[in-house]
């Protein structure tokens, strides 16, 4: 499922597997060289997996995301969980452009009196 979101992925481990549904905990290990870049599709394959309905361990239901205590929710932005990645400098907001995530400069304008 995370595959066809994320070009770069190298693995998906699984850590845990309970039963109350079927609730896994796993790992996504992606290249490090390319934090920013992997953070752009992680955070766009999690919102966008939130909500549908997956098969596993021969249950079906529908996939819910909580990533360290954020849970991902219909309303959830793709910048809202880009952000619980990547920091953005101060002066930098979270922006998609051309269907990536970035850390972009805020423009603001100065007026000067004459």
């Not at 699984?14 to 109350?20: F, N, P």
């Not at 021969?58 to 996939?63: F, L, M, R």
């Amino acid at each position: 499922m995370l595959k066809g979101y994320l070009p770069n992925l190298i693995a998906v481990s699984i850590k845990t597997m309970r039963s109350g549904g079927v609730i896994v905990e796993v790992g996504v290990d992606v290249p490090s060289k390319s934090a920013q870049i992997s953070a752009s599709y992680l955070a766009v394959a999690l919102v966008n997996i939130t909500g549908q309905s997956t098969t596993l361990a021969g249950q079906t239901g529908t996939v819910g995301i909580t990533v360290d205590g954020m849970e991902i929710l219909s309303n959830t932005t793709y910048c809202d969980v880009f952000s619980h990645y990547v920091t953005c400098d101060d002066n930098e907001v979270c922006k998609v452009e051309n269907g990536k995530l970035k850390c972009r400069l805020v423009m603001s304008t100065v007026y000067v009196k004459s």
